[in-house]
């Protein structure tokens, strides 16, 4: 006899999650590359480098947006592999929160602290 | 874990059960090096907070001739050339993975030679990245 498996309701977010994950992997494109760039130029001398690199506009915006884009993209992605391998609902939910607790935190931080250094130096 | 909080449906199968192939290799790889950047970035912006305000700032320029500031030293080459080359590596992957999204490369052959070209191109980007950073720090 086949047991009959209840499946939980669904959240009706799967395709939401699914597209702003393919979105956020494009807008990382090229915030990637720009990260790669600056990375050559800042490991040549960091301690000149790093206190007037986001003193321009363009690296103080790149940094904003490449930090909430990839943060974004990883709270997403981490949520996916918890779904994948935790079993227990409570502990699920609870790593999942403590994810993008981190991902928010982390992100309000270095924005705050990249405007400082764009602003004040 | 209590029966009642148990989710009904299965597990992903885990990772020890499948044979080793180019397909399954570049996909676990895919997320290993995803789990990895999601920490670096996290681990890099704090890094970005201290310095901003400041934090040790006396102890981080303050450099000794002890002998293992230099061993510190190729430890940090080490994480950054591993973290350049996951970076990389889930780059090209997930530029195939969103050609998979718009339906194109699903035949076998051309998935496979894919996965091979991930693999080749993020270590000659990664060398590349490396030999340019090293060149102009060095030279």
Same mark, same amino acid.
């Given at each position: 006899?086949?047991?009959?498996?209840?499946?939980?309701?669904?959240?009706?977010?799967?395709?939401?999650?699914?597209?702003?994950?393919?979105?956020?992997?494009?807008?990382?494109?090229?915030?990637?590359?720009?990260?790669?760039?600056?990375?050559?130029?800042?490991?040549?001398?960091?301690?000149?480098?790093?206190?007037?690199?986001?003193?321009?506009?363009?690296?103080?915006?790149?940094?904003?947006?490449?930090?909430?884009?990839?943060?974004?993209?990883?709270?997403?992605?981490?949520?996916?592999?918890?779904?994948?391998?935790?079993?227990?609902?409570?502990?699920?939910?609870?790593?999942?929160?403590?994810?993008?607790?981190?991902?928010?935190?982390?992100?309000?931080?270095?924005?705050?602290?990249?405007?400082?250094?764009?602003?004040?130096? | 874990?209590?029966?009642?909080?148990?989710?009904?449906?299965?597990?992903?199968?885990?990772?020890?059960?499948?044979?080793?192939?180019?397909?399954s290799?570049?996909?676990i790889?895919?997320?290993?090096?995803?789990?990895?950047?999601?920490?670096?970035?996290?681990?890099?912006?704090?890094?970005?907070?201290?310095?901003?305000?400041?934090?040790?700032?006396?102890?981080m320029?303050?450099?000794?001739?002890?002998?293992?500031?230099?061993? /510190?030293?190729? #430890?940090?080459?080490?994480?950054?050339?591993? @973290?350049? =080359? +996951?970076? *990389?590596?889930? &780059?090209?992957?997930?530029?195939?993975?969103?050609?998979?999204?718009?339906?194109?490369?699903?035949?076998?052959?051309?998935?496979?030679?894919?996965?091979?070209?991930? /693999?080749?191109? #993020?270590?000659?980007?990664?060398?590349?990245? @490396?030999? =340019? +950073?090293? *060149?102009?720090? &060095?030279?």
């Amino acid at each position: 006899m086949v047991k009959k498996i209840k499946i939980a309701p669904a959240t009706k977010t799967g395709a939401h999650h699914w597209l702003t994950q393919r979105i956020s992997a494009i807008a990382l494109l090229p915030l990637i590359i720009w990260l790669l760039l600056s990375f050559v130029q800042i490991v040549q001398d960091p301690q000149e480098y790093m206190p007037v690199f986001f003193a321009y506009p363009f690296n103080a915006v790149m940094g904003i947006l490449l930090i909430s884009a990839s943060l974004y993209h990883g709270s997403l992605g981490m949520q996916v592999i918890i779904e994948d391998y935790v079993s227990c609902k409570i502990k699920r939910h609870f790593y999942i929160m403590l994810i993008h607790f981190i991902s928010i935190t982390t992100a309000i931080a270095a924005i705050l602290a990249i405007v400082r250094l764009h602003l004040v130096g | 874990m209590t029966k009642k909080n148990k989710d009904p449906r299965p597990l992903s199968p885990h990772l020890q059960i499948y044979a080793w192939n180019i397909s399954s290799l570049t996909s676990i790889f895919h997320r290993l090096t995803g789990v990895l950047l999601y920490f670096s970035i996290v681990a890099i912006s704090w890094y970005v907070v201290l310095f901003t305000y400041r934090i040790n700032s006396g102890e981080m320029v303050e450099s000794c001739d002890c002998p293992w500031q230099n061993l /510190i030293n190729y #430890a940090l080459y080490a994480i950054a050339t591993a @973290i350049i =080359f +996951a970076l *990389y590596y889930h &780059f090209c992957n997930g530029i195939r993975h969103l050609f998979w999204d718009i339906g194109k490369g699903f035949k076998l052959e051309t998935a496979q030679t894919n996965g091979y070209l991930v /693999i080749i191109s #993020a270590v000659v980007l990664t060398i590349l990245t @490396i030999g =340019f +950073a090293a *060149y102009f720090k &060095f030279m």
